[in-house]
């Protein structure tokens, strides 16, 4: 009999999970939530916002889902997977009390200790005096976290012992990401590359699925504001299958079996934020879900059937599953609206010619109105060049690109480009 499957969240991420999704002949119906202009022409669109639990509870029985896929964090901390799971619902997704490995750092620091996992050194504090001692003990270079969830923004690199202790007011004092800078973080700066590790997790057993590089800063050469992610690209030239698989090993297995130890097995995609130092690959933070434009580039570049294995992650479990070796490239370009990542302006019409093959188009802030595509986010597309090498896909990525305009569109050249 045929699946219904609803996947939760609306941008360049839950469009490529739908993508894949789609592919799998035992999926009947597919519905995204509350989706965007890209999901609308693949599955149905679900007016509900990712963290309405409630309602989304409500709109997966009432659609007669049969299986839930849930890709944003900001639904995992409000506890949505726990909340489908209790009205019978198989679900991709960590609960509330897993993704703690996300939505509190401190937590995260403590597993991964108790894991003897390698990571920056750190301490927490909720005080500014201690936290100012520590910091003055410590000295230049070191960073600030704010320990809860801050929209990707919580986290201040210091140079010098002055921006530390501006940022520490900041969080304790002023509390400019709210409840989020209750607490802080302190720890030592790391240097070296930084890479994102994805893997499935059943509760118990671990499959990697790939390693990609990310771009967060809006303008080219890293410079500017942070954003969301500006554009992604798989394999990195610097870690290889077995670095890959090594991590599996050494990093994400001793953690996961802590979670269970716990009491909080962790169901889900497993993300794993590591800078490769000279001393070997240290943790700078879990995601307890796929990143986001990450998952983008490598969803095209699996040659296994996405779908099968996220059910399997959800119900009968990964074990016996091998590691999918891809042997594809990928390159994601982010298009973003003008003055993105502060005020993005939205409601300009899209306009996207014909694409080469190799090119595949995700959605992320795009809405159809009157058979018109319009822009409706800061992040609008990410186009996506596949090949057998990195080079190749990046320049099918660009020519995509070219194909494409709206109005105050920007994006950067760079993305993929050299070491
Ligand atoms: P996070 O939100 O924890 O991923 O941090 C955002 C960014 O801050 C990371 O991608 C790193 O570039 C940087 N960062 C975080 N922690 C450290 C650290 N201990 N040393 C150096 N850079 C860091
Ligand atoms: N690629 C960054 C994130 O998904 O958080």
Request: overall charge negative; some cysteine; aromatic content about 6%.
């Amino acid at each position: 009999m045929g699946m219904s499957v609803l996947v939760v969240g609306s941008g360049g991420r839950e469009h490529a999970l739908a993508w894949a999704i789609r592919r799998n002949a035992r999926v009947e119906r597919l519905a995204v939530a509350p989706g965007n202009g890209g999901t609308s022409e693949i599955a149905e669109n679900l007016p509900v916002q990712p963290t309405d639990v409630a309602g989304m509870t409500r709109a997966a029985q009432e659609w007669g889902a049969d299986f839930v896929v849930v890709g944003p964090d900001a639904a995992l901390g409000e506890g949505m997977v726990d909340a489908l799971q209790g009205v019978g619902l198989p679900v991709f997704g960590p609960t509330q009390a897993a993704a703690r490995i996300e939505t509190s750092k401190q937590f995260a620091k403590e597993v991964m200790a108790a894991a003897g996992v390698p990571t920056a050194r750190w301490k927490a504090f909720e005080d500014l005096e201690a936290a100012r001692r520590y910091a003055r003990d410590m000295g230049a270079p070191l960073v600030v976290k704010a320990d809860g969830l801050a929209a990707g923004k919580g986290v201040t690199v210091c140079e010098t012992l002055e921006e530390a202790e501006r940022a520490l007011e900041d969080n304790l004092t002023r509390r400019i990401f709210g409840e989020a800078s209750r607490r802080v973080i302190l720890e030592e700066k790391m240097t070296g590359r930084e890479v994102s590790v994805f893997a499935l997790v059943d509760g118990s057993n671990v499959v990697p699925l790939a390693a990609a590089c990310d771009y967060k800063r809006v303008g080219e050469g890293d410079t500017g504001p942070n954003t969301g992610g500006m554009g992604a690209y798989t394999p990195p030239e610097f870690f290889s299958q077995f670095d890959l698989a090594n991590t599996a090993t050494a990093i994400l297995q001793p953690v996961v079996d802590e979670l269970r130890r716990r009491g909080s097995p962790f169901r889900g995609a497993l993300y794993a934020g590591l800078m490769v130092t000279p001393d070997g690959p240290k943790v700078v933070e879990f995601n307890a879900r796929f990143g986001d434009p990450e998952t983008e580039a490598i969803v095209p570049c699996l040659d296994v059937d996405l779908f099968d294995l996220l059910y399997a992650t959800a119900t009968d479990g990964l074990a016996g599953i091998r590691f999918p070796q891809s042997t594809k490239a990928a390159v994601s370009v982010a298009l973003a609206a003008e003055r993105y990542p502060s005020t993005p302006v939205l409601g300009d019409e899209i306009a996207i010619g014909e694409l080469p093959r190799g090119v595949v188009v995700f959605h992320a802030g795009t809405r159809r109105e009157h058979g018109r595509l319009l822009t409706d986010g800061g992040r609008v597309l990410h186009v996506v060049g596949t090949g057998s090498s990195v080079s190749a896909a990046r320049e099918l990525a660009y020519q995509g690109v070219q194909a494409i305009s709206f109005r105050g569109m920007h994006y950067r050249r760079d993305i993929a480009l050299g070491g």
